[in-house]
């Protein structure tokens, strides 16, 4: 009977202790283990017996050492930066519905051409840090690819407006499949990238153009507000600026030309658009075709 008693006590104070060590090992590892994935305040309670599952997380991926420190720190949450589409009638709206409608592209056409009406225009641009697209012609950039490295050093983006401005509407297929390749390829040759942007000479094209842009996944566009600082009454700057301002309008996709007047107007352009709460956006927000 003693006997019997001695080895039940000796089964239950073993039994005790191996109950108290795995305890004991299975409370050390997942303490461990879960030390930084858990609020300090449960770590205290616990238990063998009650612990929770652990999470998917830690069960299969192993976990890089650097990644314990993912609770310490704050990381800022990025701000979505808002993308840009274009409208039927060219103007810019934000993706997101309800997005804000209170900006503004502005083009620069038909360069380049020189660094006097170019280099003031890009100073201006950048004391601002507006960006623009630059629809240049291929015949201008093979005689001045210099100016056009400029341009991109601006932070600008280069859109596709043929070689040497004809009326796409009276060309031939085989014409048209020119003006826009030749262009390209010489874009590609001179900043290593093709234009991702396309705009008819005179806002004029036909369907074989608008396909084939669309082939070549360029996103064509004309314009929403004309400058026409091709007019002879707006060829000052004050005429040209008043002239734009005046116009201006939530998606405005505004035209301007690399004209002296243009040059002069620019400063009060930007100034007056600004002025009035708009946001100019950057072209490299807008979706492009995939
Ligand atoms: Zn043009």
């Known amino acids: 009977m003693k006997n019997l008693f001695g080895t039940i006590l000796t089964i239950l104070v073993l039994a005790g ?67 840009y589409t274009l409208d039927r009638y060219y103007n810019v709206i934000p993706v997101t519905p309800g997005g804000d409608r209170k900006v503004v592209l502005i083009t620069v056409d038909d360069g380049p051409i020189a660094t006097s009406t170019l280099g003031p225009m890009l100073e201006t641009f950048a004391q601002y840090n507006v960006h623009a697209l630059f629809f240049v012609l291929g015949s201008r950039v093979s005689a001045h690819p210099e100016l056009l490295k400029k341009i991109v050093d601006g932070g600008h983006t280069i859109g596709n407006h043929t070689w040497d401005h004809p ?44 396909n084939y842009v669309k082939e070549k996944k360029m996103l064509f566009m004309t314009w929403s507000l004309g400058a026409e600082d091709w007019i002879k009454k707006y060829q000052s700057g004050d005429a040209l600026a ?6 201006v309008a939530p998606g405005s996709n505004i035209l301007l030309h690399e004209h002296a007047w243009t040059r002069d107007a620019l400063d009060r352009i930007i100034v007056g658009i600004l002025d ?8 490299k927000d807008i979706v492009l075709p995939e």
């Open 17 to 83: 202790l191996s109950i108290g060590i795995s305890s004991l090992i299975s409370r050390q590892s997942s303490t461990n283990f879960l030390s930084d994935a858990r609020p300090q305040k449960n770590t205290t309670q616990l238990d063998a017996k009650n612990l929770p599952p652990l999470p998917e997380v830690f069960s299969d991926v192993p976990v890089p050492p650097s990644a314990t420190k993912a609770t310490e720190t704050i990381t800022p949450t990025p701000i979505a930066e808002e993308k």
């Open 167 to 210: 009326n796409l509407k009276n060309s031939s297929n085989a014409s048209i499949k020119s003006q826009i390749d030749r262009t390209s390829a010489l874009l590609e040759k001179t900043i290593g990238t093709t234009p991702h942007f396309f705009r008819p000479p005179y806002g004029s094209s036909n369907t074989y153009t608008q």
């Open 242 to 247: 008043e002239h734009v301002l005046s116009g």
């Open 276 to 283: 009035k709460g708009y946001t100019i956006i950057d072209p």
